[in-house]
């Protein structure tokens, strides 16, 4: 079993249910539903299909509903586009409505309020760079062509120097949260995140909805970076954008803030995903560059949770093809000794889950010392699974929880595999079943060392407070 999880972007390519299966198959943990495209109706579709094949298979695919967030783009311009010659000036005009196709429009509306002289706009993904020469502070912005080229309709815009006034939640990101909530995802995907506020707003949502869904936040701008510590405590996953980010700081700098944010996560117990750009050449290409394969076992090293794929699966000509090679990259990486064992020892100021945190930092202290196979944890709202996959022990975590909510979020976290279980009877009982069910499962062979985490008593489900070892 790989410890790092699959995220796969789900598009024309790969909505069959047969193709679905197959990706799933192959090693897809979690479904990415990108809701800057594809309706409502193909969304749900694919909800439905993946809840089948996961009866079917005896699977527990997560759901991640990614939010489109306040993506800002120019609006039509004629057909063969625009061209922007350097040192010239051009005119963009907010405005919803377009009354000339040969000037340059933007659908943020609050354009030429937010941006100052001196700022730099990015366009269609940093190909195209222009400065603020001045703003009327209404509607138009003048702008020097620093870098030109063909600018076509509907590109993004990107603005690294400039604190946007927008929120983190447009109405089409509320409408398409509604739409996720009733379908009971398991992830929502928070795009452009800023600062802490953010997080705390959308759980807030979530929350009168009372509903199970944990928050991702995407990290892709520069002023999240400056907030990273306060963001990361409120989310429950990150996301290291690499595209948009890569727009917005100098490109030099994402790989090593890259490691920075995935070793800030495992210290937190927080699941962090690798994202953009992984391997791209796979949309038209049986194969990936060798660079391609570089950087995904560079995210694996690392310690990423897990890596994700976009147009690869969404709109690529070979989707299950990348997806067993995805798999077989991570499957080789994680021969490699160096990536398990980083126990960090709980603090004691975190007194309400210090007795907690200190069994799950012994129980991977203790994996290690034996070479033991598997810790098992018995878990209600999935905390203890969290930690001890934050230690990367090489044992691989069985979660065991009568909490069918946490059954497929859990596919996210590195190295779980979870388990409806609901007889816990007594603590004797209970670890016996369970080591009688993952050896009859091929998970386990007689005489391997298991480690298991519960509580004691163990039917009132309380905070973990036993570590065992014992054989299987």
């Known amino acids: 079993m790989k410890r790092t999880k699959i995220v796969a972007t789900i598009g024309p390519a790969t909505s069959d249910k047969e193709v679905l299966r197959q990706i799933i198959l192959e090693g897809v943990d979690v479904v990415r539903l990108n809701f800057s495209h594809g309706k409502y109706e193909d969304h749900a579709e694919v909800i439905k299909n993946v809840r089948e094949i996961d009866k079917e298979e005896m699977y527990n695919t997560a759901i991640l509903a990614d939010l489109q967030g306040p993506k800002l783009r120019i609006g039509q311009v004629r057909d063969g586009g625009i061209e922007l010659v350097n040192g010239t000036t051009v005119t963009i005009r907010a405005s919803e409505h377009q009354s000339d196709l040969n000037e340059i429009t933007t659908n943020y509306l609050d354009f030429a309020h937010d941006v100052e002289a001196g ?19 209404d509607t138009t912005v003048k702008l020097e062509v620093i870098h030109g080229g063909i600018l076509t309709s509907r590109k993004g815009i990107n603005l690294p120097d400039t604190k946007i006034s927008l929120p983190s939640l447009t109405a089409k990101d509320m409408r398409d949260l509604e739409f996720a909530l009733d379908h009971d995802v398991d992830w929502i995907g928070l795009s452009f995140v800023r600062n802490a506020r953010d997080i705390i707003e959308l ?21 999240a970076i400056e907030e990273i510590e306060d963001i990361i405590k409120e989310t429950d996953a990150l996301m290291v954008a690499r595209g948009d980010l890569g727009v917005e700081i100098p490109m030099q700098n994402v790989p090593i803030l890259q490691k920075k944010l995935i070793r800030l996560c495992i210290n937190s117990a927080k699941p962090v995903i690798v994202a953009t750009q992984m391997m791209e050449s796979m949309i038209d290409n049986i194969t990936p560059t060798r660079a ?25 000509k070979f989707p299950v093809d990348v997806i067993k090679a995805m798999s077989s990259i991570i499957d080789e990486v994680e021969k490699y000794d160096n990536l398990y064992h980083h126990e960090n020892p709980p603090e004691e100021s975190a007194k309400d889950r210090f007795i907690t945190d200190s069994i799950c930092y012994s129980a991977c202290r203790l ?57 816990m009877v007594s603590t004797d009982h209970t670890i016996a079943d369970i080591k009688y069910i993952l050896r009859k499962e091929g998970y386990l062979q007689t005489g391997d060392f298991v480690i298991n985490v519960a509580s004691m008593p163990i039917a009132e489900q309380g905070m973990s407070n036993m570590v065992k070892l014992s054989k299987a």
Request: no cysteine; hydrophobic share 45%.
């Open 119 to 137: 700022e730099i706009v990015l366009l269609d993904d940093g190909k195209l760079k222009l400065k603020v020469l001045e703003t009327d502070q």
């Open 203 to 223: 759980k807030e949502l979530i929350a009168k909805r009372k509903k199970h869904a944990r928050v991702i936040a995407k990290i892709e701008k520069p002023e």
């Open 292 to 316: 391609e394969v570089n950087d995904v076992a560079n995210a694996v090293l690392d310690g990423a949770d897990a890596v994700m794929l976009s147009a690869e699966t969404s709109v690529g």
């Open 367 to 423: 994996a290690s010392r034996t070479q033991a196979k598997a810790i098992v944890t018995m878990t209600f709202s999935g905390y203890t699974g969290f930690k001890i996959s934050s230690q990367r022990p090489k044992a691989i975590t069985y979660i065991f929880t009568g909490n069918k909510k946490i059954l497929t979020m859990m596919n996210l976290v590195w190295g779980v595999k979870a388990f409806y279980y609901d007889k």
